[in-house]
């Protein structure tokens, strides 16, 4: 894993639309994120990973410490380009996010997804590292499609 720079923009881009796992107006917020961290050196809400295999970028992961909370953290954005997916570099992500959590006295990572169809493998990806759905706003997106939250529960005390 290694710090966001401005050169992996693009590729991170092409991962996103490659994925097809998110629309237009989804890619734009992604960017628009990238270019806070990149750009907005005083911000402590973001942070990236980068990801890489034999030497190209790979997959990201954005998230950060949620402010007024008690060590609780937030999963905002992951992308695994899809010739690397299966190959564990979304575990790896998902891995130091868990890790830079801990370090700072984090209690709870969470994370929201669709309920869509087109979201099942994603949510799969999710249980099986451990997250468990915490909460359901039904036709919290549109109609039809529900904003789920995934928490994992970092320490002893957390777990119930």
Same mark, same amino acid.
């Given at each position: 894993?290694?710090?966001?720079? #401005?050169?992996?923009? *693009?590729?991170? $881009?092409? %991962?996103? /639309?490659?994925?097809? #796992?998110?629309?237009? /107006?989804? =890619?734009?917020? #992604?960017?628009?994120?990238?270019? %806070?961290?990149?750009?907005?050196? +005083? ?6 990973? =980068? ?5 190209? =970028? ?6 950060? *410490? ?11 954005? %992951?992308?695994?380009? *899809?010739?690397? &997916? ?13 890790? &830079? +959590? ?6 709870? $990572?969470?994370?929201?997804?669709? @309920?869509?169809? @087109? ?7 999710? /249980? &099986? ?7 359901? %706003?039904?036709?919290?997106?549109? *109609? ?17």
């Amino acid at each position: 894993m290694r710090n966001l720079k #401005a050169t992996d923009v *693009p590729d991170l $881009v092409r %991962i996103l /639309e490659a994925t097809g #796992a998110f629309n237009d /107006e989804e =890619v734009g917020v #992604a960017v628009e994120l990238l270019g %806070i961290v990149l750009n907005d050196h +005083a911000q402590q809400d973001y942070e990236v990973a =980068v990801a890489e295999v034999e030497g190209r =970028v790979a997959g990201y992961v954005l998230f950060g *410490p949620v402010p007024l909370t008690q060590g609780n953290f937030d999963l905002y954005w %992951i992308a695994v380009d *899809p010739a690397a &997916q299966g190959h564990g570099v979304g575990r790896k992500l998902m891995a130091h996010v868990e890790e &830079q +959590a801990r370090e700072r006295g984090g209690r709870l $990572v969470c994370l929201e997804t669709s @309920s869509q169809g @087109s979201y099942e493998r994603t949510r799969r990806f999710y /249980e &099986q590292a451990g997250y468990v759905e915490e909460a359901r %706003i039904r036709d919290f997106y549109k *109609p039809g499609d529900d904003r789920l939250t995934y928490v994992k529960r970092l320490t002893a005390l957390e777990e119930r």
